[in-house]
């Protein structure tokens, strides 16, 4: 079955330092989402991608979804603590609407 | 945004017994809504989703007569953990679309324990 993996599993940064986590997955795409989990917290919608190649903004995040549909990125710049959490990409697919969850990048981030 | 609670926010319980979970859409009408489980350190999993009126779509694995689902109404659905065991203990969190480009928003989730 599909699989959408993200890397890496974990990332420590100090505050200031950027931050990306990628996701991949072994078939196309029909869109990617993305959703931040504090911790102890439950998932935040994010963002979503549609189309090929897009670029989107929010602030000092950074959303691509790549030119295949095949993976994304999220570029963190300039991290603060309050970035600190897991970010999990997932594809919502079907008339259902299910998500199909990435394995998540959990970020720390200290000063 | 949409909100979405769920009750209780943890629950401890002996083995064997039964657990209810409830999952309500506050300010909206869900349809459907969707069950995960989330272990430590590890992604959500889908477990089932739930339909109103009808009965709820089980992912593959999912046992569901141990996990009951009902959906009586447009902003509430149940999950009851059944004759639960120690490797039930988990996070579960319930979660609905609410918005206009099928962006899910979360319950809080509940914290079961079961010992």
């Known amino acids: 079955g599909q699989q959408v993996m993200q890397i890496p599993q974990y990332q420590h940064v100090q505050e200031g330092e950027d931050f990306t986590t990628y996701c991949n997955s072994s078939?196309?795409?029909?869109?990617i989402q993305w959703y931040k989990q504090r911790p102890g917290g439950h998932p935040v919608f994010l963002i979503q991608?549609?189309?090929?190649?897009e670029v989107k903004k929010q602030k000092r995040l950074t959303f691509q979804f790549g030119e295949a549909k095949k993976n994304s990125s999220l570029h963190i710049t300039a991290t603060q603590t309050t970035d600190v959490g897991t970010y999990f990409c997932?594809?919502?697919?079907?008339?259902?609407?299910?998500?199909?969850f990435g394995t998540g990048t959990r970020l720390q981030v200290t000063l | 945004g949409a909100v979405v609670s769920q009750h209780p926010s943890w629950v401890i319980c002996k083995s064997g017994t039964s657990v209810k979970i409830e999952c309500r859409s506050l300010?909206?009408?869900?349809?459907?809504m969707f069950w995960y489980r989330q272990f430590p350190k590890q992604s959500l999993m889908l477990m089932a989703t739930?339909?109103?009126?009808?009965?709820?779509?089980?992912e593959q694995g999912v046992e569901k007569d141990k996990f009951l689902i009902n959906h009586a109404s447009l902003t509430l659905s149940t999950l009851t953990v059944t004759s639960a065991h120690p490797e039930d203990s988990s996070f579960y969190i319930c979660?609905?679309?609410?918005?206009?480009?099928?962006?899910?928003?979360f319950g809080p989730g509940t914290r079961l324990t079961v010992l």
């Open positions: 739930s339909n109103e009126g009808s009965k709820a779509t089980y």
């Open positions: 979660s609905a679309n609410g918005g206009t480009i099928n962006e899910q928003f």
């Open positions: 300010d909206f009408q869900a349809t459907t």
């Open positions: 991608l549609v189309k090929s190649g």
């Open positions: 997932a594809e919502n697919t079907g008339t259902a609407s299910k998500l199909t």
């Open positions: 078939t196309t795409l029909s869109n």
